[in-house]
């Protein structure tokens, strides 16, 4: 999904684990309880997304960094 358009999507619960979401639009998208495990968000906008319970392990944040 590299430079995909999710901006204000609803993808509560959705497994993105491994997605490759490079350069990906997630302004004011619901993400809640999503499973990014692994996934790269490398350049991703995330402004305003609602993020609570998002599985975040070992995904690549948009500034590069690794989550934990």
């Given at each position: 999904?590299?430079?995909a358009n999710l901006s204000r999507a609803n993808l509560i619960g959705?497994?993105?684990r491994g997605a490759n979401l490079v350069d990906a639009d997630l302004v004011r998208?619901?993400?809640q309880d999503a499973d990014l495990t692994q996934a790269i968000l490398d350049r991703a906008e995330l402004s305003g997304a609602y993020?609570?319970?998002t599985i975040l392990h070992g995904a690549t944040m948009?500034?590069?960094s690794t989550h934990a």
């Amino acid at each position: 999904m590299l430079g995909a358009n999710l901006s204000r999507a609803n993808l509560i619960g959705s497994c993105l684990r491994g997605a490759n979401l490079v350069d990906a639009d997630l302004v004011r998208a619901n993400l809640q309880d999503a499973d990014l495990t692994q996934a790269i968000l490398d350049r991703a906008e995330l402004s305003g997304a609602y993020l609570f319970g998002t599985i975040l392990h070992g995904a690549t944040m948009p500034d590069g960094s690794t989550h934990a």
